[in-house]
């Protein structure tokens, strides 16, 4: 029987709308044949009283080290956060990594940021991310 891979992630998200993360988590975890390490930044995790912005981006570079794919929940607030555009800029251009855009579910409005940077889009269905999660992890 062949070994089961085991993705680490990192999750973008915003903890204003921790609801989908806790979802998307949820997905992951009733999901058969799927192991996965959340390398996230937790909500309670000191990172987010990081003394100044310099420090949070490298403790956010530090997390997504280890990565081997960045999944991206693209609700239309993650074109208004702060700190999208610097997640992608680690993905991409530090890390290489490869950028999964979900699109929240019944959405007509979506981030054109996330997804013009994103390796693959798909809808809120649990199998649609796995199998993306699984074609594109480095």
């Known amino acids: 029987m ?4 085991i993705y680490r992630l990192f999750i973008s998200h915003s903890w204003a709308y921790g ?4 979802k998307l988590v949820s997905f992951f975890k009733k999901h058969s044949n799927f192991q996965w390490v959340d390398y996230s930044v937790p909500k309670n995790d000191p990172i987010h009283n990081a003394p100044n912005d310099k420090a949070l981006y490298e403790a956010i570079k530090n997390q997504m080290r280890f990565a ?4 991206i929940l693209a609700g239309v607030y993650s074109t208004y ?3 999208i555009n610097k997640e992608i800029e680690i993905a ?3 890390f290489s990594k ?3 855009a979900i699109e929240p579910w019944v959405s007509e409005k979506t981030s054109k940021i996330v997804k013009d940077n994103a390796d693959s889009i798909v809808k809120w269905q649990s199998s649609s991310i796995v199998n993306a999660i699984r074609n594109h992890s480095v």
């Open 2 to 5: 062949p070994q089961v891979k």
């Open 19 to 22: 609801d989908a993360y806790d």
């Open 68 to 71: 081997n794919c960045v999944v």
């Open 81 to 83: 956060s702060k700190w």
């Open 92 to 94: 991409k251009q530090v």
């Open 98 to 100: 490869p950028l999964i």
